[in-house]
């Protein structure tokens, strides 16, 4: 038995995405799943967020739309930290053929993982340098994926 996992969704501008992804997982009863508006910001308001780390890292600013994300993001995050077993974020455009075993994974991650800040990333794309040319339920992956589509913490 799966206990029962918080799944935030971020939500985008486009209801469509946002209930195609809700219509996947309406039929897993383990889940709680619960909806985080997407955060969109005008070019006044990135001037009010610190972005100096990010530009070390990439090189260049962050654009209101990457600033507007990680501000949903951390929001997210924000609902996870008060959850007792951890949970997952998922961004609405995230597709899973099969929800019901990424609850599995997650639960397993989470319960392996308990009491230590740990990130497990779900994310797969064709972007991703990590191709396998058979199916695993999970890939290690060395440092950063290329999307922060889905994460379990």
Same mark, same amino acid.
């Given at each position: 038995?799966? &206990? =029962?996992?918080?799944?935030?969704?971020?939500? =985008?501008?486009?209801? &469509? /995405?946002?209930? !195609? %992804?809700? #219509?996947?997982?309406?039929?897993?009863?383990?889940a709680k799943v619960s909806i985080i508006p997407g955060v969109y910001l005008d070019k006044f308001q990135i001037e009010? $967020?610190?972005?100096?780390? %990010?530009?070390?890292? $990439?090189? #260049? /600013?962050?654009?209101?739309?990457?600033?507007?994300? &990680?501000?949903? $993001?951390?929001?997210? #995050? !924000?609902?996870?930290?008060? =959850?007792?077993?951890?949970?997952?974020?998922? *961004?609405?455009?995230? #597709?899973?053929? *099969?929800?019901?075993?990424?609850?599995?994974?997650?639960?397993? %991650?989470?319960?392996?993982?308990? +009491?230590?800040?740990?990130?497990?990333?779900l994310c797969e794309s064709s972007l991703s340098p990590f191709r396998v040319n058979h199916s695993r339920k999970s890939? +290690?992956?060395?440092? $950063?994926?290329?999307?922060?589509? &889905?994460?379990?913490?």
């Amino acid at each position: 038995m799966v &206990a =029962s996992i918080p799944v935030i969704v971020l939500s =985008s501008r486009t209801v &469509a /995405r946002t209930d !195609t %992804f809700l #219509r996947g997982w309406q039929d897993v009863p383990d889940a709680k799943v619960s909806i985080i508006p997407g955060v969109y910001l005008d070019k006044f308001q990135i001037e009010d $967020h610190p972005t100096k780390v %990010f530009s070390k890292i $990439h090189g #260049r /600013r962050m654009t209101i739309q990457e600033l507007g994300c &990680a501000k949903a $993001h951390f929001l997210a #995050r !924000t609902v996870i930290s008060t =959850s007792k077993i951890g949970g997952i974020i998922f *961004e609405d455009d995230a #597709r899973f053929v *099969e929800p019901k075993l990424i609850l599995s994974v997650a639960n397993d %991650f989470l319960n392996k993982h308990r +009491g230590q800040a740990t990130v497990l990333n779900l994310c797969e794309s064709s972007l991703s340098p990590f191709r396998v040319n058979h199916s695993r339920k999970s890939v +290690g992956l060395f440092g $950063h994926s290329p999307l922060a589509v &889905a994460y379990v913490l």
